[in-house]
């Protein structure tokens, strides 16, 4: 968020704050639950029009939940970090507070009507104030649809761009300063696509580490529900919330948790299928000792944004400095992995959608109804192939990070893309264009973690991100990496140019021209 001095409006002008920061301040005495959220109103009263962040917002609620926030601190009941803290939850998660449209004219939102997904009764037991739903693309495989009834998502850097999907709204809302952190899922880079476009920092925790009922499924061995927030350690508060402990008598996981183990236990490509509770790491700027695995091959391509090499290099060359031993490595199976994921997606998300298709073929979206389809050209033999060659790629990459502790690479070769260049003539989404440039399908048959952060700025002023992996299970270690940097760096501190916004509301001609990115 945007933080103010002011104790009764809730925040500091000027530079972003992170949430930890925010907590901080907050039992410091400095802010009030109840100003965040005033805040956090305000701010989606000043842009919402223009960048389409919220499908529905619960301002009342969250007022009653910021004064209910005060009053237990005031008690000296602390949740922890995420108590009185505004948060965005994406429209495929469910909420008790209002329906879950999956942002579909498909979708019954009757299902999970009146009831919270364990990902938003975690949050709120923490004591997190959750300030609405957030906009996203059709069943998370859609692209932006003016045509639709819903809330067209714009990316606040540049109001003509494209936030990124499918979590649009959770990664734009953050860097507009509405809420301090929001949920996101994740199939085929749904937290890190558009983490990485708006300049924030977002997590794809370990496959089954974060429980998924309750959220719209799109493809069943893929999906994963995580953090959208400003720095790595704030993800790592979020993620603290939402993963399942041990009972602290039994020392057995919960029974939430055993669900998602025999969830992930079924499928052979993943090789770690037992219990490891997540444990904040220590957080210090010391990499001494890490190893750090870079990946340039793929990555670089011709048509890539001019200033990604030398961005790279240069957060490399931070990491370095503060202690790491880097290694040139090579991802295996790159194009096949990244075809493995494709061809599960279509297939399981053909399993879920092919009575409707079928029925209410013109009320999809046409981008998602197309790759929706696609599920009908794989045959049985493909799928099963498929699930092999994440069996494969799976053991090699855990052999991989035998010698590495995590591996950086971009999470795309350019910034967020002019809403154009999204589909083909037919409306469909132009893989060999924008999407063949979004590096985040490789790790989404795998296992394991994964988090984007900015990591400086293309030529144009738009973010680029860094992607930081780690082993399965190892999130401690992948956020640990990310702290350092962002420690070192200012980047997940910088905020879009808010007057654009204002320009988008008036009817003016959203900014488009290469100034610099406002601090």
């Not at 301090?180 to 696509?193: F, K, V």
Request: proline content about 6%; charged content about 20%.
């Amino acid at each position: 968020m945007v933080m103010r001095t002011d104790k009764d409006t809730g925040t500091v002008r000027g530079r972003a704050t992170t949430l930890t920061a925010t907590a901080e301040a907050l039992r410091e005495g400095r802010v009030t639950s109840v100003g965040l959220v005033e805040a956090a109103i305000a701010e989606a009263e000043h842009a919402d029009a223009a960048l389409g962040v919220y499908l529905r917002r619960f301002d009342e609620e969250a007022r009653s939940a910021a004064r209910r926030a005060d009053e237990e601190l005031a008690r000296g009941l602390d949740r922890g970090p995420l108590h009185g803290i505004p948060f965005g939850v994406k429209d495929t998660v469910a909420v008790a507070d209002g329906p879950t449209t999956a942002q579909s004219l498909v979708h019954d939102d009757s299902r999970w009507a009146g009831r919270d997904a364990p990902v938003v009764a975690r949050l709120r037991a923490a004591g997190a104030v959750l300030t609405g739903k957030t906009t996203a693309m059709e069943f998370g495989i859609g692209l932006p649809q003016e045509d639709k009834p819903f809330p067209f998502p714009r990316n606040p850097w540049r109001t003509d761009r494209w936030a990124g999907g499918s979590s649009s709204g959770s990664a734009s809302g953050v860097a507009a300063g509405m809420f301090a952190a929001a949920l996101g899922g994740d199939t085929g880079g749904s937290i890190r696509m558009p983490a990485a476009f708006c300049g924030v920092t977002g997590l794809m925790p370990t496959f089954g580490r974060v429980p998924v009922s309750g959220c719209v499924p799109l493809g069943y061995s893929l999906d994963r529900v995580g953090p959208i927030a400003r720095s790595a350690r704030d993800c790592s508060a979020v993620l603290a919330a939402l993963a399942p402990v041990r009972d602290a008598r039994s020392g057995t996981p919960h029974a939430s948790y055993t669900s998602y183990a025999l969830r992930a236990s079924h499928l052979s490509h993943i090789s770690h299928t037992w219990y490891v509770p997540y444990t904040e790491p220590r957080f210090d700027a010391d990499l001494t000792g890490v190893r750090v695995g870079v990946v340039r091959e793929h990555h670089f391509p011709a048509d890539g944004d001019p200033a990604l090499p030398g961005v790279f290099d240069a957060a490399v060359g931070v990491l370095t400095g503060l202690g790491a031993r880097v290694v040139e490595v090579r991802l295996p199976y790159w194009r096949e992995l990244i075809t493995a994921t494709f061809v599960t997606v279509a297939a399981e998300g053909l399993a879920q959608h092919r009575t409707d298709l079928s029925r209410r073929w013109d009320d999809y979206c046409v981008a998602s109804r197309g790759l929706l389809a696609m599920g009908a050209l794989v045959t049985g033999a493909d799928y099963v192939q498929a699930q092999r060659v994440r069996t494969v790629a799976q053991h090699a990459v855990d052999a991989l990070f035998a010698d590495v502790d995590v591996i950086v690479c971009p999470t795309a070769s350019i910034g967020a893309p002019l809403f154009d260049a999204l589909a083909d003539d037919a409306g469909h989404q132009d893989h060999a264009g924008v999407f063949g440039k979004v590096h985040t399908p490789y790790w989404n048959p795998l296992a394991n973690p994964v988090l984007a952060l900015p990591m400086g700025f293309t030529e144009a002023g738009l973010p680029l991100s860094l992607h930081v992996a780690g082993p399965v299970a190892a999130e401690a270690t992948v956020l640990r990496t990310g702290d350092a940097f962002q420690r070192e760096t200012d980047w997940h501190l910088r905020t879009p140019d808010r007057t654009a916004y204002a320009r988008e509301r008036t009817g003016d001609p959203a900014r488009t021209t290469d100034e610099e990115p406002h601090e």
